[in-house]
């Protein structure tokens, strides 16, 4: 029964910033990775960012120098700070994380149930 559950999402105008979180909870024996996933309506979900265990963060071309990725190890979170938001950046953003529900159990993909990001010109 792990569970992701994301806020921050909202309204911003063009070059305002948000910040979204996103805490685990549940069975976690250990977590390799969480990140960000966007979805707008009609397309497909794509990467934002991701942040390992150790702090290594990818980020999608697209949001480089705009977004940062960043993590609580203690509270099994991760933030995604935005800054400089574009309309092209309006989308649901899902929570995504990659761990170990316990000791015997391999490495598993969970997600939240999403956030709307909306972002006026």
């Known amino acids: 029964q792990v569970q992701l559950v994301e806020s921050g999402g909202g309204l911003v105008q063009a070059g305002g910033s948000l910040r979204l979180s996103c805490a685990a909870s549940g069975s976690i024996f250990s977590i390799n990775a969480m990140g960000w996933y966007s979805q707008a309506p009609g397309k497909q979900r794509e990467l934002v960012a991701t942040?390992?265990?150790?702090?290594?963060?990818n980020y999608a071309d697209s949001v480089k120098g705009r977004f940062t990725i960043s993590r609580d190890n203690a509270k099994n979170t991760v933030y995604l700070q935005m800054n400089s938001l574009k309309p092209e950046d309006t989308a649901v953003y899902y929570c995504?994380?990659?761990?170990?529900?316990?000791?015997?159990?391999?490495?598993?993909?969970?997600w939240g149930q999403g956030t709307q990001v909306t972002v006026s010109s």
């Open positions: 995504n994380a990659v761990l170990r529900p316990t000791a015997y159990r391999v490495y598993e993909t969970y």
């Open positions: 942040i390992t265990s150790g702090g290594t963060t």
